[in-house]
């Protein structure tokens, strides 16, 4: 869809906290505070991704790559799933910052957040909002001044996380593009997120999270199998073809029709 461009490189950076017991240095196998080697991730011709890593706040990041323009002001970011308020006022303030941090270079950012979607045969009236995703938005109205160009929307690409009492629990359920500009959102501090929150009688601290029900029970399993068993029987009545070897454009036909079939 871009025949022009030639080199993508992606950079993904946590900002979680690194535990206080964490040896020096870094936690686990990516080190605190370096930018990790880039690796190749696909090539076609003369066009590359690549990818590294970055564990840090983002004010972090930039003193550390600020001799790599490119890279220190982005193109576009992406805010995949994660709460802006997170699990402390300290996690509010590093996320706050590098949202800040992106509003001061005029950069546009994807937000993505997880929320509850229907499941078939399950109750009706969904998709939900989740606490924190709600919660996430309402900092970046009120906190930040960022309301989504074009609006939020229902993902139809989502990524399954766990069922719930509701349906499904999904990543990248809820997306938007900000681009957030003006002293508010470039002068954003927690504090300030935190009153403006609380001038709003809005929640203020950790989102409860949603109950997750876990894997399905060994005869939640066996229905499962019996059912597959009876769909792939019909399959099979029709002379439709079966089993690992399927074309791809056939299966995906199949998942929705096993999905009606259940």
Same mark, same amino acid.
């Given at each position: 869809r871009l025949p022009r461009?030639?080199? $993508?490189?992606?950079?993904?950076? =946590? &900002?979680?906290?690194? /535990?206080?017991?964490?040896?020096? +240095?870094?936690?686990?196998?990516?080190?605190y505070g370096v930018l990790m080697r880039p690796q190749e991730e696909a090539k076609d011709g003369d066009r590359v991704v690549r990818s590294s890593r970055f564990m840090g706040t983002y004010q972090e990041f930039v003193e550390h790559a600020k001799s @790599?323009? +490119?890279?220190?002001?982005?193109? $576009?970011? &992406?805010?995949? =799933?994660?709460?802006?308020?997170?699990?402390? =006022?300290? =996690? &509010?303030?590093? !996320?706050?910052?590098? @949202?800040?941090?992106?509003?001061?270079?005029?950069? /546009?950012?994807?937000i993505a957040q997880d929320s509850e979607i229907p499941e078939l045969g399950g109750p009706t009236g969904g998709p939900w909002l989740t606490d924190a995703a709600r919660q996430s938005l309402a900092? $970046?109205? @009120?906190? $930040?001044?960022?309301?989504?160009?074009?609006?939020?929307?229902?993902? !139809?690409?989502?990524?399954?996380?766990?069922?719930?009492?509701?349906g499904i629990l999904a990543a990248h359920a809820v997306v938007g593009v900000i681009r957030p500009s003006g002293s !508010?959102?470039?002068?954003?501090?927690?504090?300030?997120?935190?009153?403006? &929150?609380?001038?709003?009688s809005l929640q203020v601290g950790p989102p409860p999270r949603v109950a997750r029900l876990g894997p399905p029970t060994a005869a939640d399993q066996a229905a499962l199998k019996a059912h597959w068993g009876a769909f792939c029987a019909k399959l099979h009545s029709e002379g439709r073809p079966v089993? /690992?070897?399927v074309p791809e454009q056939e299966r995906a036909r199949q998942m929705m029709e096993f999905n009606e079939f259940c």
């Open positions: 461009l030639r080199s $993508l490189t992606v950079i993904y950076i =946590d &900002l979680g906290s690194v /535990p206080a017991d964490a040896p020096p +240095g870094g936690c686990g196998p990516i080190p @790599l323009p +490119g890279i220190v002001t982005p193109t $576009l970011a &992406l805010w995949a =799933d994660a709460p802006v308020f997170g699990e402390s =006022d300290k =996690d &509010l303030a590093v !996320r706050v910052e590098a @949202l800040s941090m992106l509003a001061s270079r005029d950069v /546009p950012v994807v900092i $970046l109205e @009120l906190g $930040l001044g960022a309301k989504a160009v074009g609006g939020w929307h229902w993902n !139809r690409f989502i990524v399954p996380l766990d069922q719930t009492e509701k !508010r959102a470039t002068s954003a501090t927690g504090a300030s997120v935190r009153k403006a &929150l609380e001038q709003h089993g /690992p070897e």
